[in-house]
């Protein structure tokens, strides 16, 4: 009976150790019933602003097609009178180091700082001029962000729309580990040439409310690890298992000497 204290402790020891508390691996272990709360100020401006190197695909659409052709010879073609892109990223209008973009007849345009839809409407107005009733259409073609870290699968995501989430981008990361702390997910993001950093705890509801919810192009996802030096893939600190492995010798030294 005296040798079974000493083991039981052990095992006991063990298996809290191995233990981890649900709040800290659920995402939104606060989350409410919709029905009875309401998340408030929830961010809507998800739209990214054009940016310096950016890739912009621009076509134009109307009523008299013979004005279309040399307003759309940039599109897929050419950029300030040289190619650019792959077959994999597609050509478009470069976004110059100067903020703006060379247009068939406009010539250079302001485009930093301007949403697509925005970039949009101006070109709206200004082909006006060009052909009759015209509709444009702007789309980015370098639209892509990046997750590493502890994920399954982290590498470089083309965006499918304007509309990508942090929760979106480690989705298609294969989800954090069990090693990755879900509640300081850093988000990377560099905008007018300055380089901000923001932390969100995908284990809140307040992660919906931070601007950094909705990604924008070039944004890099980083989650952290957790004690990576003392804890191995299976969850359980390495040197538990150590001093398990000692203590059982221990007990079998002595049971075999009480005997």
């Known amino acids: 009976m005296k040798n079974f204290f000493p083991a039981f402790c052990l095992v006991t020891l063990i298996f809290f150790s191995s233990c981890v508390s649900s709040k800290k691996v659920i995402y939104f272990n606060d989350l409410q019933d919709t029905a009875a709360a309401v998340i408030n100020n929830a961010q809507v401006n998800f739209e990214t602003p054009i940016q310096k190197n950016d890739q912009l695909s621009i076509v134009v659409g109307g009523s008299n097609a013979p004005d279309l052709i040399p307003l759309n010879s940039g599109s897929g073609a050419s950029v300030g009178g040289a190619m650019v892109g792959s077959s994999g990223s597609g050509y478009g209008y470069l976004v ?133 030096k003392f804890i191995n893939r299976t969850g359980i600190p390495q040197y538990l298992g150590i001093i398990a492995v000692g203590l059982s010798l221990l007990l079998t030294i002595l049971t075999i000497r009480n005997h």
């Open 96 to 228: 110059e180091a100067d903020g703006t973009i060379q247009l068939p007849y406009i010539g250079k345009l302001k485009a930093e700082g301007l949403t697509r839809v925005q970039l949009q409407d101006t070109l709206t107005i200004l082909f006006q001029q060009y052909t009759r009733n015209p509709i444009v259409n702007v789309r980015f073609l370098n639209y892509t962000y990046s997750v590493i870290g502890e994920v399954n699968h982290g590498g470089k995501f083309g965006m499918l729309s304007e509309r990508v989430t942090v929760l979106d981008a480690i989705s298609e990361a294969g989800d954090i580990t069990s090693l990755g702390k879900a509640d300081n997910v850093m988000v990377i993001r560099e905008e007018d040439g300055i380089r901000k950093y923001a932390r969100l705890n995908l284990l809140s509801k307040n992660v919906f409310n931070s601007p950094y919810f909705y990604l924008k192009t070039n944004d890099v996802v980083y989650v952290e690890p957790v004690k990576a």
